[in-house]
């Protein structure tokens, strides 16, 4: 009975590939490269060669608890100090929402950016207030073309 159960799942489960003549493969989904994503803590420098970045300051924290319904989602503004070849180059203010889409730049030449996709820990009501220290800036280095 376990055989023919088993079976009769295998001959339901679709395949995404299939196998052609010259022991090649066709993959139906397009395949996509998984992102890195760098995480800065408050205070520390983090190494991207002649840039470096440091979250500096947590200015304000609006974003709506996960665990409520809100009308806004809110946002997040941070103070990121950028130091070039060893020296302080500029301090920038970064605004992230709370949406999914919210990535913004933080440094950038003609051949690659630095930008900043989220920051963590999310809100929660039962949480309460975030301590400064557990915040971390999520950071990704996109090539340009």
Same mark, same amino acid.
């Given at each position: 009975m376990r055989v023919l159960l088993l079976l009769y799942f295998l001959y339901l489960i679709p395949c995404s590939a299939q196998k052609l003549e010259n022991?090649?493969?066709?993959?139906?989904?397009?395949? +996509?490269?998984?992102?890195?994503?760098?995480?800065?803590?408050?205070?520390?420098?983090?190494?991207?060669?002649?840039?470096?970045?440091?979250?500096?300051?947590?200015?304000?924290?609006s974003r709506c608890p996960s665990d409520v319904h809100c009308i806004w989602a809110g946002e997040i503004t941070l103070k990121v100090d950028v130091y070039k070849n060893g020296r302080f180059f500029k301090e920038k203010t970064i605004s992230l929402s709370s949406g999914k889409n919210s990535v913004t730049d933080i440094y950038s030449t003609e051949s690659y950016g630095i930008k900043a996709v989220s920051v963590t820990p999310y809100?929660?009501?039962?949480?309460?207030?975030?301590?400064?220290?557990?915040?971390?800036?999520?950071?990704?280095? +996109?090539?340009?073309?």
């Open positions: 022991d090649s493969i066709s993959i139906s989904e397009p395949i +996509t490269t998984p992102e890195i994503v760098i995480k800065a803590h408050l205070g520390r420098l983090i190494n991207f060669g002649e840039i470096e970045l440091k979250l500096k300051e947590v200015v304000s924290d809100p929660q009501t039962k949480e309460g207030k975030i301590r400064l220290e557990d915040y971390v800036l999520n950071i990704k280095r +996109t090539e340009n073309q």
